[in-house]
């Protein structure tokens, strides 16, 4: 039998460290004892499931996808239209995004892979509308601002992910609007002025920052010392 | 189902379960028992099949209806599995599978139920009766004793009826909305992982130890329950607040009812640590009052009034299927879980035939895997050992090292089982 001397509980015999505090067990070699497991070495049947359904879901589209980008292949040659290269280049573009959004790698690989897609996606229809101009002013920098913007909001969610989802998804989602909003504006004003100015995105931010200040306030409620201060200064 | 029906209503908390039911949140706990001996899987297939045919109830599966799931019956054979699986896990019951499964590995013997179809009684009654038919198949050598089913017999209408509607008084007020708890905030385990941390203690030891505290064993170990939480929550970052355990109550103990559906209803005891420091006597003092309290009839019939009468809405009735799916999980959430800090949920003392004692060792109850109650204990007792199981989704033990550390306190024999590697 061993023992933890710590928490003072008898563990399995097969174990080297407690499973309450993970103070080392000394190994007594007792022969008579039970080195059996009590419980299997378990599968995840979220895992196996989930990757079945998704495998068969990914290549069931990748097939529609591929047939289709053939048969406006072959169309293309023949009748050599625009409208026909859009469609070309917008399944090129949806058969990357279905492998980076079904969920093969991991969630930095897929937003870098979704980015690179949708620069590449908006650089083929520019050159196809042969006006490469507003990709380089507007397309490119706000597809940067959207990947940073996630990045960020990514970050801030993995931070929060334990606490209450309800309060802290709505949250994390409006700061990325916030910035989403401040970046596009300050994009579209330095391509048309060539100057940094917030114009729009005040508003919506003011309005984004203040739904988060009230949804975060009225969660963790606020500190008696504010609302001491509060009902000082604003009594009627 | 009777008669020329084949199919049959979910009773009213069994509804909410298919529409919570997630990879992650299951709804699915198990009952276990484990043997002195290893199983047999073509002995336990042959007690199966013929104990399944007493549980007609039980021999579903589950179909969407334009507004509601509901259960029809099935020619499905049910077959035994081998565990393979985490506990609890994901059952894929809306796709024409049973809405449980039989498993078995090296001397446990578990079934694992859905809560849409029963609750912890329903599933235990069932697990008794095909253990009594797995170890002695001779029905007239067998000893007859409670909540272990004649299969000879065929059922009764008392094991069909949805017991909440029976005793739905109209007019009858709600409970108290539940405020919200200190949470348990731990890092989560992957998707499809369920841990579980066991002790097995000499249930003579924590009766004499109950005793002595002049409570029942079930008050003393939540006095102990809410002990370690005060101390967890005093070390962690977490502020001050309410420690709140819902304490789940076998309704069948205090309404006159034989159902095999779901019948069970929940008291939350709670301490606020605002108020400052707490002896053991002071809880112990506190939760022997509250329950003397909340454990009534009258006190119930809120809860049942508010689970029925809320079913019992036009508009809730008329909402499709596809919308309750929707709302159902963030309710469930809000007004649910977000009130609670853990659950507790005793089982009793698990009473055998004489000639089937002898081949168990002990009992096990896993509680199903929550988002919201992150871990969760089920207490179950048998042949003299009492088994305390924290289920949960997370890998950190603090909370369970400091329970078991004041059971050890008291010169308790614990030993400790899990299956974190």
Request: with cysteine; charged share 25%; glycine share 4%.
């Amino acid at each position: 039998m061993a023992y933890c001397p710590k928490c003072g509980v008898e563990v399995e015999s097969n174990r080297n460290r407690c499973p309450l505090c993970k103070f080392p067990i000394p190994n007594l070699k007792d022969d008579n004892s039970e080195t059996k497991q009590r419980f299997p070495a378990a599968k995840n049947i979220y895992e196996t499931s989930f990757k079945k359904v998704r495998n068969r879901v990914y290549y069931s589209l990748v097939i529609i996808i591929f047939s289709v980008i053939v048969v406006l292949t072959g169309m293309n040659f023949k009748y050599e239209t625009k409208i026909v290269n859009y469609f070309i280049s917008s399944f090129v573009a949806a058969f990357f995004y279905i492998t980076f959004c079904i969920g093969f790698f991991k969630f930095m690989v897929n937003l870098t892979g979704v980015t690179i897609t949708s620069a590449l996606f908006v650089y083929s229809i520019s050159v196809i509308n042969n006006a490469t101009g507003w990709y380089s002013k507007f397309a490119l920098p706000i597809i940067a601002v959207v990947f940073i913007d996630a990045v960020f909001a990514y970050k801030l969610y993995l931070m929060n992910k334990n606490k209450n989802r309800i309060i802290y998804i709505p949250v994390v989602v409006l700061i990325f609007l916030v910035f989403l909003s401040l970046g596009t504006d300050l994009v579209i004003q330095f391509a048309k002025n060539e100057e940094l100015k917030i114009t729009w995105s005040l508003f919506t931010s003011i309005g984004g920052l203040a739904t988060i200040l009230i949804i975060l306030g009225i969660y963790h409620k606020t500190p008696e010392k504010i609302k001491y201060t509060l009902k000082k200064r604003f009594h009627i | 189902m009777r008669g020329n029906e084949k199919w049959y209503k979910l009773d009213n908390a069994g509804k909410m379960y298919p529409s919570i039911t997630t990879t992650e949140m299951s709804t699915v706990f198990r009952l276990s028992f484990i043997l002195k001996e290893i199983i047999d899987r073509e002995r336990l297939q042959m007690a199966l099949d013929k104990v399944i045919e007493r549980f007609p109830y039980f021999r579903v599966n589950m179909h969407r209806g334009m507004f509601w799931y509901y259960f029809d019956y099935t020619e499905q054979k049910l077959m035994i599995e081998q565990e393979e699986y985490f506990p609890c896990m994901f059952l894929k019951y809306k796709k024409k599978n049973f809405p449980f499964r039989v498993v078995y590995y090296e001397n446990r013997l578990a079934v694992e139920f859905s809560h849409s179809i029963t609750d912890g009684t329903g599933a235990l009654v069932f697990l008794k009766t095909l253990l009594c038919e797995y170890v002695e198949p001779d029905i007239t050598k067998r000893e007859v004793i409670e909540m272990v089913k004649n299969i000879g017999e065929a059922e009764v209408h008392g094991e069909w009826e949805n017991s909440f509607e029976k005793f739905y008084k109209k007019g009858a007020p709600f409970p108290d909305k539940n405020k919200r708890a200190l949470q348990l905030n731990l890092k989560r385990v992957p998707k499809g992982e369920y841990y579980a941390i066991k002790g097995i203690l000499e249930s003579e030891d924590i009766k004499k130890c109950s005793e002595r505290y002049k409570c029942t064993i079930t008050q003393f170990l939540l006095a102990l329950y809410f002990e370690a939480l005060i101390e967890y929550f005093k070390n962690g970052k977490k502020r001050k607040g309410r420690i709140v355990i819902n304490t789940l109550v076998n309704l069948r103990r205090i309404f006159p009812s034989d159902t095999m559906k779901n019948f069970f209803g929940s008291i939350a005891p709670e301490i606020d640590t605002r108020l400052g420091e707490y002896t053991r006597e002071e809880i112990i003092g506190y939760i022997k009052n509250y329950m003397k309290l909340m454990i009534n009839e009258k006190n119930f019939l809120k809860a049942i009034s508010r689970n029925v009468s809320s079913e019992k809405n036009i508009f809730v009735r008329l909402m499709p299927l596809l919308l309750k799916n929707l709302f159902m999980p963030v309710l469930y959430n809000v007004v649910g879980e977000a009130g609670y800090t853990t659950s507790f949920s005793s089982m009793g003392d698990i009473k055998f035939p004489n000639d089937v004692i002898d081949k168990i060792d002990h009992a096990e109850f896993f509680p199903p895997p929550s988002y919201g109650n992150i871990i969760r204990t089920g207490i179950i007792a048998s042949n003299g050992k009492t088994t305390i199981i924290f289920g949960k989704l997370t890998k950190n033990t603090t909370l369970e090292m400091l329970f078991f550390r004041k059971i050890r306190k008291e010169n308790i024999r614990v030993k400790i089982e899990t299956n974190i590697q």
